[in-house]
């Protein structure tokens, strides 16, 4: 069933807004920060800038709770989040043209957490009101949507004006497109949940669903397979970029390649891992885009082994880009599949606050490893081989949730 063009062109703006300040932090950041010098340990602890999107579960059932039914039950959130969202930006700007470091970072942690808000009741936006057989479309416009924002905030802008706008430029650009996501949105209307979806739950419904959900057979494994399957990949990824710097690579051409050209292959991924979605067992999808996603980890490792070439570069991030965005989108679609409509917003926020908190640990314990001055020393190749070794472990989970959908092919969505 195809989704209506207009609500996936909303659900994709929607989402190339809440990508943005993670681009900045995750992709452009990093490669400033080395370039200055800084070491690889505290590079590795600005990722806590994310921080909202690990701990948004908290207040997910107070969107669920709380909604103006004349404006819209999600829209009353989404609104005054992207005025928020466009104000930090603003501000970074500013800081960012004072070269105000501790200030740039604490307006970063709240772009992040205007972001992370607004992506709870987008997400019940989506559960509200995506069919079954629309998850693979539905979950290809908010992961393509949010790399969008990305590659836009991670460095494209200054790489497609050949940094001629710089930091400012960039933050007051990613200010302006959310305003203009804010009035598409004033003007929008709001959908009405389809069946299923409720239109206001009360606290102990909430609680009293998620128990539910929570106390169902298998939920570990559930939890377990959220959790663990990007993390081998979070730690290649975070040395991938200061690796590339280390060898000498200039930053404008990281920015093109990575932030760019890869986000692009990611784009195309994500596209590919919707159609799998749609068209296979969503399991079987994971399982395909999990065992295709090791090729280009073991593709790094023989970078920092062998050496570097602008080919072997170039065709690495490709690959891992596009294998890990089919991935990420498989997964998100199998998530939303699991959760109960009543209190999707709040659900689901849960399983994706723990993807984020599956990977938090990777950046700071990856950089410590590698790092030779305030970490272990292990260098690049033994941590970009631990994260091969990693994800080809996270495997061996598919055997118990294909045991547990076996015993229990009905028990994951309560109604």
């Not at 604490?106 to 069919?131: S, Y």
């Not at 970490?375 to 081989?385: A, E, N, Q, S």
């Amino acid at each position: 069933m195809r989704l209506p063009s207009s609500r996936l062109m909303l659900l994709s703006m929607l989402y190339l807004v809440q990508g943005m300040p993670f681009g900045f932090q995750s992709t452009a950041l990093p490669v400033y920060l080395r370039t200055q010098g800084v070491a690889l340990t505290t590079i590795g602890f600005a990722s806590a800038l994310s921080l909202p999107w690990a701990l948004k579960a908290l207040w997910a059932p107070l969107v669920d709770r709380y909604g103006s039914a004349r404006v819209g039950r999600r829209r009353s959130w989404i609104l005054p989040m992207q005025l928020g969202l466009a104000a930090s930006c603003a501000l970074a700007a500013f800081a960012a043209s004072r070269e105000a470091m501790p200030l740039l970072f604490g307006l970063v942690l709240l772009m992040n957490l205007f972001a992370a808000t607004q992506d709870i009741a987008v997400d019940g936006f989506a559960v509200d009101t995506l069919r079954p057989d629309e998850l693979g479309l539905g979950n290809t416009a908010q992961v393509v949507g949010y790399k969008f924002g990305m590659m836009f905030a991670g460095g494209g802008v200054i790489a497609w004006t050949g940094n001629r706008i710089g930091w400012p430029g960039l933050l007051l650009a990613m200010a302006a497109l959310c305003l203009a996501a804010f009035v598409v949105m004033l003007f929008a209307r709001e959908p009405a949940p389809r069946e299923g979806a409720a239109t206001r739950v009360n606290w102990d419904e909430v609680f009293g669903r998620l128990k539910q959900a929570l106390l169902l057979p298998g939920t570990g494994w559930l939890l377990l397979f959220v959790g663990t399957y990007k993390l081998g990949e979070s730690m290649s990824d975070v040395l991938y970029k200061p690796f590339l710097v280390d060898a000498g690579i200039p930053a404008a051409r990281i920015l093109l390649w990575v932030g760019t050209w890869g986000t692009v292959a990611s784009i195309l991924g994500s596209v590919a891992g919707g159609v799998l979605a749609s068209r296979m067992p969503l399991l079987g999808a994971v399982a395909l885009t999990a065992t295709l996603r090791v090729v280009p980890l073991v593709g790094r490792w023989l970078l920092a082994t062998a050496g570097v070439s602008d080919a072997g570069v170039i065709g690495v991030t490709l690959a891992e880009e596009f294998f890990g965005g089919a991935l990420t989108t498989v997964m998100f679609a199998f998530m939303m599949s699991r959760v109960d409509r009543r209190i999707g917003a709040t659900h689901y926020t849960l399983l994706a606050s723990l993807e984020v908190w599956g990977k938090a640990p990777a950046g700071p314990l990856a950089t410590w490893l590698a790092d030779p001055k305030l970490g272990l020393g292990l260098g690049y190749p033994r941590v970009f081989m631990l994260g091969i070794v990693l994800s080809v472990a996270f495997l061996a989970l598919l055997l118990p949730m294909r045991r547990q959908r076996r015993m229990a092919p009905t028990a994951s969505v309560p109604t």
